[in-house]
Each structure stands twice: as structure tokens, then as C-alpha cells.
């Protein structure tokens, strides 16, 4: 496998051009025009009822311009990178694909995507600054439209609270001493758990507290996940489950569903997904819980990190790029398109005028004491703090939960877990063949 590096000469360029610096095909077709007459697209994604929302297009707009898209199901995640750059190699990816935004960087890098700015580029108003940075990869090249995200929150049940004399914290100061103050009281419960299963979330508490991961500067990689904004946010929660003041149990077992239905745990840092898994994990709990935003470093601010979500992208193998961007602008954009979104495919839209009324009217049926969770929710999106990703998030990932995990179980000191996913995530960018600055 032949690896090359690319010279840039504009630091707008810089930032796009770098990625390219690993490994991949030189053929990258961008230069291909788009075909002309009718064009019929192929959509590989996982988010359910997407079939239905591409049934909307194909016997409206998409009649008109002479577009159809046919949807086909995808398993989501590694699974779907993995095939979708083999089917690139092979000049036989479909025109569009669902992908995470922590997944665009590694497709870049791949000559798998298309540069849409042209297209779709004047879309960017329709989103928050820092969810529309993850398409750009902090470019002027845009990789992909914003499709749904995944805002940080903190849940909480407004019962116990009330009992027990805790006021929701607006700070991670207060956060902790929360912690410590119904342990006091309540010996037998906990105000919530880290889990060394969700690398995810610790990406999004990272971000909150200014944390850019990977960055590029000449035609190299920066890797600096053992920043002060991660050391930060390592020692804090790591010292709260040294101290026992919460528990270190990871999410989504029985056992985790167990102290969330029983009260025993009683707060969730979590995003605006939540409600769905409370409804599955804590049912006899509905109504009880509330959201408010998530607690802050420096008290006043509005900063918030994402846990999850996901961008429409152009292949460079779409003979039709430009009727495939049309495409996507439309389906992350269009008000019918976003209410369907929401509707058949359950996400939380990216563009923000979608987040409050519509489908999105009403609070979800779990959180029917709280009317106004959307229009709140809608609030703490607007401060979605920027993330930088880059081509070997799944190395990162697994080094979170292999050094974490031991960690939260000793409850020993979380900075060695963080460092070798550092060392981890910078050797195997070295193995790839892309330049590492130190």
C-alpha cells in the first residue's frame, strides 16, 4: 500500500489537504462532471424510516428534478466504514452515505468523500457553528450536511432530589458536591456513574471543557488527547469514584438498568436521546425525571459537548455529485424533510430550526411533566462546543475502554488510562503511514 503526503500552501487548505495524508487511492474522481438527464441514487444508511423520508423526495422534488433515491439498509457504525471504504477501493461506493461525525475524518483520508462546499455549502446558517465544524473538519472544504445530533444534558430525578434536599447543579463544583452530600444522606444510592464502556460521552466531556483531539498542522497530524482540558475532566471524575462518591459501574446492563428504575441511581449525564432509553431502562420511573443543562467549568457560561450523531455524505464514486448534494441539502434542510426526519427516523435534528416545534411540539411522553424539554434542549444546542476528530477514533476508543475500565474498577488514577490512549492512538497513525507531529 503506497502512502502519500500532500504540500498545501493556504492554511484553509492546510487543514482539508492533511487529511489526505495516509493512505488511499490518488483517483479521488472529484473532477468528474455530474451525469446528465435523470439521475437515480443509491443511499447506504441505518437510521430507520429513512426509506419513508426518501419516498417524500422521490414524489415531490425529486419527480420534479428527475432524482430518485433508493435507501438501502446498512448495519451502522465500524461495519458500515469498513464496507463503505472497500466498496471506494473498488470505485463501486453508492452515491451517498450515513456517517457519524467522529467517522468523516477516517473517510477523508480514504478518498471516500466528495467536497460539497459548492453545492451545499450556503446550508451552513441552517446549523450551530459547532456542528457544522465536524463537516468542515475545520476547512473551507465540506465533507458532508449535518443530519442529526446528540447535545449533552443532565437528567435527574426531580422526586429524590426534592427528598433528599439537592440542588441541581450548574457547575462541576456543585456537581461534586452533590455527589458527596447524598451520599451523606443516602448511603445506598449515587448520584450517578462513570462508565468506562462509554468512550462517547468522556469524547463529549472532553469537548465541553475545550478539548480538540486531533488536529493538523502541515501535512501532519496533532494528537493531543492527554491535553489539560482531558487531564481536567480525567481527574475529575476520577477522583469522584476514587472517593466513592459515585458509583463505577458501566451503562446499559441489567444491573445499571436496575439502580435507574430503583432510584439508587438518581442522576445521568447523558444527551437529548435519553428519554428513549429511560423509557426501556427505567420504566416505572416515567414522569419523575427532569433535564436541565449540563453543569459548566466556569460558572455563567453555556457550553455543551456531543454524544453521538450523524451527516449525509457524497461519495467520490457518485457519477451524479451534484444532484446527490441536492439531495442532502434537502433532506437535513427542508422543513417536510426534518418533520419526517423526526417522524419515521426518531433523530434529533441538526439544524436548529427544527429542534423546537413540529414533530418536536410537544415533550417526549417519558418527560410529560416537563412541556418545554424541547424548547430547553433546543437552548443548550446552540452551545455545542466544536469537536476535531480524526482518522483512528476507534484506536482511541478502545484504549478508553481498556485503560478506563481497569481504572474505574481499582479506582486508581484515570491520568495513566488517559496517557496510554494517547501512546495508543499516536503509534497507530505512525503504522498507517500518516506524519505525526510531536
Not at 500500500?1 to 482539508?16: E, G, H, I, P
Request: net charge negative.
Amino acid at each position: 500500500m503506497k502512502y502519500r503526503s500532500v504540500a498545501v500552501t493556504t492554511a484553509a487548505a492546510l487543514a482539508a489537504t492533511a487529511l489526505l495524508s495516509g493512505c488511499g487511492s490518488s483517483d479521488d474522481g472529484g473532477d468528474e462532471p455530474a451525469a446528465s438527464g435523470p439521475a437515480s441514487l443509491t443511499y447506504w444508511a441505518w437510521a430507520p424510516g429513512l426509506d419513508k423520508v426518501a419516498d417524500i423526495w422521490n414524489k415531490g422534488p425529486g419527480k420534479e428534478a428527475g432524482i430518485t433515491v433508493t435507501v438501502k439498509k446498512q448495519a451502522s457504525g465500524d461495519d458500515l466504514i469498513t464496507k463503505i471504504i472497500t466498496a471506494a477501493k473498488a470505485h463501486k461506493a453508492p452515491d451517498l452515505v450515513q456517517a457519524e461525525y467522529q467517522a468523516l475524518p477516517t473517510l477523508v483520508s480514504n478518498d471516500v468523500l466528495a467536497d460539497i462546499s459548492k453545492e451545499a455549502g450556503d446550508a451552513k446558517g441552517a446549523f450551530a457553528d459547532g456542528i457544522w465544524q465536524q463537516t468542515t473538519l475545520g476547512s473551507d472544504a465540506l465533507y458532508a450536511l449535518p443530519q442529526d445530533s446528540g447535545p449533552l444534558m443532565f437528567y435527574y430525578r426531580q422526586d429524590l432530589f426534592k427528598q433528599y434536599g439537592l440542588t441541581v447543579p450548574t457547575t462541576w463544583d456543585e456537581f461534586a458536591e452533590t455527589a458527596r452530600a447524598l451520599k451523606k444522606k443516602a448511603p445506598d444510592k449515587d448520584l450517578t456513574t462513570f462508565s468506562s464502556n462509554d468512550s462517547g460521552l468522556f469524547a463529549g466531556l472532553a469537548q465541553q471543557a475545550g478539548a480538540q483531539w486531533w488536529t493538523t498542522g502541515g501535512d501532519k497530524w496533532k494528537v493531543a488527547i492527554d491535553d489539560p482540558a482531558t487531564q481536567k475532566v480525567a481527574d475529575f471524575w476520577g477522583g469522584l469514584v476514587k472517593e466513592g462518591a459515585i458509583d463505577n459501574q458501566p451503562m446499559y446492563t441489567p444491573a445499571w438498568n436496575k439502580a435507574l428504575n430503583t432510584g439508587k441511581q438518581v442522576a445521568w449525564v447523558s444527551a437529548v436521546w435519553a428519554p428513549g432509553t429511560l423509557t426501556t431502562a427505567a420504566p416505572e420511573t416515567k414522569g419523575k425525571w427532569a433535564m436541565a443543562p449540563l453543569p459548566q467549568w466556569t460558572a455563567g457560561e453555556s457550553i455543551t459537548g456531543s454524544w453521538g450523531g450523524s451527516s449525509t455524505a457524497v461519495t467520490n464514486d457518485s457519477k451524479n455529485k451534484k444532484a446527490a448534494a441536492t439531495f442532502a441539502k434537502w433532506l437535513n434542510t427542508d422543513p417536510a424533510a426534518l418533520a419526517a426526519l423526526v417522524k419515521e427516523s426518531g433523530i434529533y435534528p441538526a439544524a436548529t430550526a427544527a429542534q423546537t416545534g413540529g414533530a418536536l411540539s410537544q415533550a417526549p411522553d417519558y418527560f410529560s411533566n416537563q412541556p418545554d424539554f424541547y424548547t430547553e434542549a433546543a437552548k443548550i444546542a446552540q452551545g455545542t462546543a466544536p469537536a476535531a476528530w480524526g482518522p483512528n477514533v476507534n484506536v482511541a476508543y478502545t484504549a478508553f475502554k481498556d485503560g478506563f475500565a481497569k481504572a474505574a474498577k481499582d479506582k486508581s488514577d484515570f491520568g495513566a488510562a488517559l496517557t496510554a490512549m494517547q501512546d495508543a492512538t499516536v503509534a497507530d497513525l505512525k503504522k498507517q503511514g500518516f506524519g505525526v507531529s510531536e
